[in-house]
Structures are given as structure tokens and as C-alpha cells.
């Protein structure tokens, strides 16, 4: 869905990075992860990162997670700042569900318990919160899974069940780290068509990262261009298709020109640091 | 199509794992009744199963039992202090860098030390009550808990503390709903060997302080060339540790379900 320029103006943005910096220091040398980083995310919207490997894109949102605290700038969640030194606050962690790139589910934990992982860290023991989690399942079609353990069924059905743990406690932002990467192609285009779905549905904020060029194009309404060395931002692409998105649009001529034009960035990048 | 899941294990239930070890047992126990006589080999270097099992049956009740209940008494209560008491420490230690740093060079210098050359110390500064023992097993017991507990609590995949994080979780929750879990196998392994070495403390104790406990009495019938009675006690130490091994086990296959 396109807003307006003008209600983008107005409205605060969801997410907001200013001048985001991360560097990372080991005892053989330092690491410049993100480097300034400026970004503006509204709500709703579907924006998806991407960039070579160690451009940073996974520090970013992991930074917008408190999993990591940026060395300087702000970061902000509907207008409030995330704190630079302390934890960030029980209420502003609760509006964000993160979906890992390796899946990790807890081996000691059936597959419902896993689910309903972060319901218990939030202290969240309505009823309807347990009927979430059925509905959840469901809709992944893993409802009669509930009480096996990781070890005994699929990879695919693992990054699913990853999937629907970060929504259990219903964020209003996903951020997803190269969720789908670790799986086969089929799998993953049917995951992406049920994950714009979802978003159609739910209006939630989702920031995707992927090294897949044709998944973001695919899935975004945005897409940000990060590059290494340092990793920065390099560019902003709004992707003009129509919604709702479809697997056969791949083939498009407008598809493949966005695809020539991210592919060209990218490679860009990578040029440049062969100078 | 229904998935197979954890409680159907349960019916896995291999009969052969109980069968096969005593039909070994068994062979064995035939093969030696035979052999032994056959060979000529004299009644004090090697009796026979059934003697040993006549003349240990004939004196269990006044000569043995008293020493095999304090052998029991000795090693389970000092196991049972021991596993709560080196958990709790590791938890403590898993906390506070510093003081793992401080004195794991001291635990492991304690562990490595032979009891048999600590023991006579102890028995200098504490006396030589029979309840001195517990405390020899306790101190040979709890160090090698703790350091696999506290290996247990301190290797945790970094991914699953970020999963932590990324749910903003408490320190106490971390710990409770992901480090303590994640610790169960290395805790158990640490436990394991604390069977281990609850014999083991308890036995040294028994040849140091003497007098009473089925390690006294393997020296004092090895003096007197009892020869059967010197196997009898030493096969029914072996059962102590062996029991409560196996006990161990048994509770862990209970807790720990969810490996394949």
C-alpha cells in the first residue's frame, strides 16, 4: 500500500535510526559493522534489507532488538528513544518479534512450549493468549505437532515454528533475519507468499533482511542496499508493484528491471572494493 | 499422518539390554565354576563364584551387613549432600567471573589430589568419628560436580541467550527457562561421576580410619588370607556404586527427554 508523501511527513515514523553507528573489537582488529546508519520505517510498511555478506544487515536490526547496543546514535520506536547503556523497556521489547536466522528453538521444549516461549517472558496468562497460540499453529498447519520436540521433526517445520514464536505475543514489528534462507526454493517462495499474506492481513511493520535479490523485490515495498567495509547504506529503492504480490511477477519486465538496478548496486559495492 | 512422538519411547523398551548382561554373567560365573578347579589354582588366590557366594551368605549377617549398611549409609548421604551443595556453588561461581577465576586452580588441584593422601589430614584435624567419612565424601565429591555443573551453565549457545535477549528476559528467567536446562546433560555427566567417586572417597576412607566399612574389612581379610571374603566385599562395594549409577541414570532418562 502507497502513502501519501505527505502523510509520511506528518507522521513519526515507526522505527527511526539517526547516524546508527556499531564497531566491533576483537583483539586482532576492528570492525566497523554499520556505519552512520539512517533509516526511516513507517508503520505497516514491508522493507526489506540486503547486501553482502557482512554489511552489517543483520547488526541493524539486532541493534533495533537491544540484542546488541549501538556504539553511537539513537535509535527510535515510535518516537521513544531505545536506552544507549540500560535494558530497553519490557513495553517497547514487547511491540518487536524477531525471527533468527539459525533456528533456535529450545531442545528441552516441546514444540507448543516453544511457541509460547515468549507469552511466559511477558508475563502474558490470558486465555487468549493460549488460543493464539492454537490459531498459530494451526494456520502453519503443525497444530498436531504440538507436543514433539525439535529433534523429531523437520528443518522446515522448525523455521515455521521460529516464525509464528516471534508473533505469538502479536508485535506490531517483525524482523526477520534472512528467515528463509536455510531452506529450499520451493519452500521458501511458498513461505514468502504466506508471510505477505500474514502481512496483508495484520498491517504489521516488517523489516526483512535477505541475500536473495528476487525475494526482496518480491516481498518489499522498500529496499535498502547495504554495503561492506564499512557497512553503510547505500541506497534506497522503493519497489513500485502492484500488491497483491505474486510468485509469476518474477518474471516481469518491470520485476527484472529492479532486479538489474539492485543487482548493478550491489555490484557496485563489490567493485569497489576490489579498487 | 500422526507423528511419533516421545511417549511412544517409552514401549522402546529393549528387553536385550537387561538380558544380554546377565546371560553374560551367567557364562561367566558357569565358566569360572569350571575352570577354577580344573586349573588347580588355590582356594586364597582365587575362589570360586559359589564359594564366595556361601561363605559371604554364612557371615553376612553378623560379619558383613553392619559393614555394607555403613558403606551405604556413608556414600549416600555424602552423594546427597554433595549434588545440592556443588550445584549450588556452581551457580554461585557462574555468576561472579572473578571468583571462578579465583579458585578453580584450587578445585582442580583438589580433585586431582589422591584422597588416600588427604584423608589421614582430615582424620588429624577432625578426629576419627565414622561420620567423618561422610565429610571425606562430600569433599571428594562435590568439586567434580560443581565443575561440570558450572561447565554446564557457562557453554550455552550464544544464539539461545540472544533468543533471551530478544525477548528482553530477566536475568533469573535466562536462567531459569534456558541456562538451567541447557546444563542438564553436562550436570548429569558431573553426577555420574560423583557415583563414582562417593565409592571411592567412601573405600579410602574405610582403609585410612579402619575399623569399620566393607574397605576395612577387604584389609583386614586379606590379612587373615579370608580370601573369599576379601571378593565378597569387594564385588558388594562395586554394587553400592553400581545401584546408585544406575538410580542416577534412571532419574536423568527421566528429566533429560528430549534427546533422540
Known sequence: ?????????????????????????????????????????????????????????????????????????????????????????????????????????????????????????????????????????????????????????????????????????????????????????????????????????????????????????????????????????????????ERPRRLDMITETKFIEYEKKLTSLIGEIDLSKIK | MKPTLSKHKKKDFKPAAIIAPLVALALLYGALEIIIPLSGINRIVLPTPTAIIKVIAEAFAADIWPHFIFNVKVIFFGFLIAVPFGMLLAAICSQFNIIVKAVSPYVILLVVTPMITLIPLIQLWMGSDPDIRILVVVIQCTPIIMLNTLTGFTTVEQSKLDLARSMGASKLQTFIKIIFPNAMPQVFTGIKLGCIFSTIGSVTADFVFGMQGLGFKVQQATKYVMTEVVYGSIILIALIGFILYKIVALIERRIIVWKK
Request: aromatic share 8%.
Open chain 1, 1 to 241: 500500500m502507497r502513502i501519501p508523501w505527505e502523510v509520511h511527513f506528518l507522521q513519526e515514523p515507526k522505527i527511526r535510526f539517526t547516524n546508527v553507528t556499531k564497531i566491533f573489537k576483537t583483539h586482532r582488529q576492528i570492525i566497523t559493522a554499520v556505519e552512520k546508519a539512517n533509516l526511516e520505517i513507517h508503520e505497516g510498511d514491508f522493507v526489506s534489507l540486503i547486501g553482502p555478506s557482512g554489511c552489517g544487515k543483520s547488526t541493524i536490526i539486532r541493534m533495533l532488538n537491544d540484542i546488541t547496543k549501538p556504539t553511537s546514535g539513537e535509535i527510535y520506536v515510535d518516537g521513544e528513544m531505545i536506552p544507549q547503556k540500560k535494558k530497553i523497556s519490557s513495553k517497547q521489547i514487547r511491540k518487536m518479534g524477531f525471527i533468527f536466522q539459525q533456528p533456535n528453538l529450545l531442545p528441552w521444549m516441546t514444540v507448543r512450549q516453544n511457541v509460547s516461549l515468549p507469552l511466559k517472558v511477558f508475563g502474558l496468562k490470558d486465555e487468549k493468549w493460549e488460543k493464539n497460540v492454537d490459531k498459530l499453529l494451526e494456520m502453519v498447519g503443525l497444530k498436531e505437532y504440538e507436543d514433539a520436540y525439535p529433534s523429531e521433526i523437520s528443518s522446515g517445520m522448525i523455521q515455521k515454528i521460529g516464525v509464528i514464536r516471534a508473533m505469538v505475543h502479536d508485535p506490531e514489528i517483525l524482523l526477520m533475519d534472512e528467515p528463509f534462507g536455510a531452506l529450499d526454493e520451493m519452500t521458501r517462495e511458498q513461505l514468502d507468499i504466506e508471510l505477505l499474506d500474514i502481512w496483508s492481513r495484520t498491517k504489521k511493520t516488517i523489516v526483512f533482511i535477505t541475500h536473495n535479490v528476487e525475494e526482496a523485490i518480491l516481498m518489499a515495498s522498500k529496499v535498502y542496499v547495504m554495503g561492506t567495509n564499512p557497512g553503510r547504506i547505500v541506497a534506497e529503492v522503493e519497489i513500485d508493484l
